[in-house]
């Protein structure tokens, strides 16, 4: 699964770039089991394909309207929820859908849930029965935004389902 990681982290990186203008680095990536996010706004789309699971983009607030604020041209304040929030659910959409295009030429077939956003202290995102969660760190001149995959290979998956694996 790390290999599929790798292509929403690739992914990721370069709509941090397009569209907010950010050079990110990428932190150490960590394999966990229980994600909880204090003060925090994260986008996430889910996967239904021969992957499922979901990713995520998880911002501290005050990263989050800095973000959307680069992406909009213009400085947001507390009365711009709406906006940082469909600024945010756009970036995890393109990061998916430019993702699960490159998960399709691996002969990965994957559809996406429309994005959602979940806000607030103490999010948190559940793993159950199989599901790898990786969080990579993406480090920009804004503040750290970390990429949450979660994934798991369906069972009735044809054979693309291994073609990124290592």
Do not use: Y
């Amino acid at each position: 699964m790390e290999s599929h990681v790798d292509v929403f982290r690739d992914c990721a990186l370069r709509v941090l770039h397009r569209m907010a203008g950010l050079a990110a680095r990428v932190g150490p990536a960590a394999r966990i089991t229980e994600s909880r996010t204090a003060d925090s706004l994260s986008a996430l789309v889910g996967l239904q394909g021969d992957l499922t699971g979901s990713v995520a983009l998880v911002f501290a607030r005050d990263v989050a309207w800095r973000v959307a604020g680069r992406v909009s041209a213009e400085s947001l304040g507390p009365g711009d929820a709406q906006t940082v929030h469909a600024i945010a659910m756009e970036m995890v959409n393109t990061v998916a859908g430019n993702a699960t295009g490159l998960l399709l030429r691996a002969g990965l077939r994957e559809g996406l849930t429309p994005p959602t956003i979940v806000e607030g202290p103490q999010v948190f995102f559940g793993f159950v029965g199989g599901i790898e969660t990786f969080a990579v760190p993406l480090l920009t001149e804004e503040g750290t935004v970390v990429l949450l995959v979660s994934l798991k290979r369906n069972p009735e998956s044809g054979d693309g389902a291994s073609a990124l694996s290592p």
